[in-house]
């Protein structure tokens, strides 16, 4: 499996393109915005866009969902449907956060922890990783040793759980209990920021590593 980052929104949220090598067919997780300059890089690289991905529904990342499902016309998969009022609230959201005005959506699927999703031939495990947003999930392949784990875990820090029904311990739990068993060597895509790995993070993030118990 192949990726793609396009960082998008004045908040430089890191919209990501998965696609299967073999058939070319793609998943845009997290269309926050800037949905041209997606669609304009899925045909650069010579990609059919199959559907949409959603790790949870903070307006930086799901902020151009509508927009991109219908000029794509693509199925929304995500995230669980414990965000779904954040979804609700997305104009309310657009209004606090100097967005432009979006269009509402509703999911095609609600996802929840164990469920897998596809793109082509490649299938992605859903974990839902909740304490940033309750309805929080991350897209994990075991053969690609790759992970889009949203606004959970960023290198050197973690999501942010002041908003609305975020919780501090679950967060630490979701990541100690969720994402770091699946392995050191495990790369990952942030919501925002550069990449890293879990093991680097087990070790040296101040906020979940070994050392802090």
Same mark, same amino acid.
Request: with cysteine; glycine share 10%.
């Given at each position: 499996?192949?990726?793609?980052?396009?960082?998008?929104?004045?908040?430089?949220?890191?919209?990501?393109?998965?696609?299967?090598?073999? $058939?070319?067919?793609? *998943?845009?997780?997290? &269309?926050?915005?800037?949905?041209?300059?997606?669609?304009?890089?899925?045909?650069?690289?010579?990609?059919?866009?199959?559907?949409?991905?959603?790790?949870?529904?903070?307006?930086?990342?799901?902020?151009?969902?509508?927009?991109?499902?219908?000029?794509?016309?693509?199925?929304?998969?995500?995230?669980?449907?414990?965000?779904?009022?954040? !979804?609700?609230?997305?104009?309310?959201? +657009?209004?606090?956060?100097?967005?432009?005005?979006?269009?509402?959506?509703? &999911?095609?699927?609600?996802?929840?922890?164990?469920?897998?999703?596809?793109?082509?031939?490649?299938?992605?495990?859903?974990?839902?990783?909740?304490?940033?947003?309750?309805?929080?999930?991350?897209?994990?392949?075991?053969?690609?040793?790759? *992970?889009?784990?949203?606004?959970?875990?960023?290198?050197?820090? !973690?999501?942010? $759980?002041?908003?609305?029904?975020?919780?501090? *311990?679950?967060?630490? +739990?979701?990541?100690?209990?969720?994402?770091? &068993?699946?392995?050191?060597?495990?790369?990952?895509?942030?919501?925002?920021?550069?990449?890293?790995?879990?093991?680097?993070?087990?070790? $040296?993030?101040?906020?979940? +590593?070994? +050392?802090?118990?």
């Amino acid at each position: 499996m192949k990726y793609s980052i396009i960082p998008v929104t004045p908040f430089q949220q890191n919209c990501t393109l998965f696609w299967c090598e073999e $058939t070319k067919k793609a *998943a845009v997780i997290d &269309p926050g915005g800037d949905i041209a300059q997606v669609i304009a890089k899925a045909e650069e690289l010579g990609l059919e866009l199959e559907k949409i991905l959603l790790t949870h529904a903070h307006i930086d990342h799901a902020g151009g969902t509508a927009e991109l499902a219908q000029k794509a016309g693509i199925p929304i998969e995500g995230p669980h449907i414990g965000d779904k009022f954040w !979804i609700d609230g997305l104009a309310q959201q +657009s209004q606090m956060f100097g967005f432009p005005n979006v269009e509402m959506f509703d &999911p095609d699927r609600w996802l929840e922890d164990g469920d897998t999703v596809s793109l082509g031939k490649e299938i992605l495990q859903v974990l839902h990783c909740p304490g940033h947003t309750p309805g929080h999930v991350v897209f994990y392949s075991p053969e690609s040793q790759l *992970a889009q784990v949203g606004d959970v875990l960023f290198q050197g820090s !973690i999501g942010r $759980t002041d908003f609305p029904q975020g919780d501090h *311990a679950t967060l630490i +739990s979701s990541i100690r209990e969720k994402l770091f &068993p699946l392995g050191d060597e495990i790369a990952f895509i942030p919501g925002h920021g550069p990449m890293s790995t879990f093991g680097q993070e087990r070790r $040296t993030n101040p906020f979940v +590593s070994d +050392s802090r118990g």
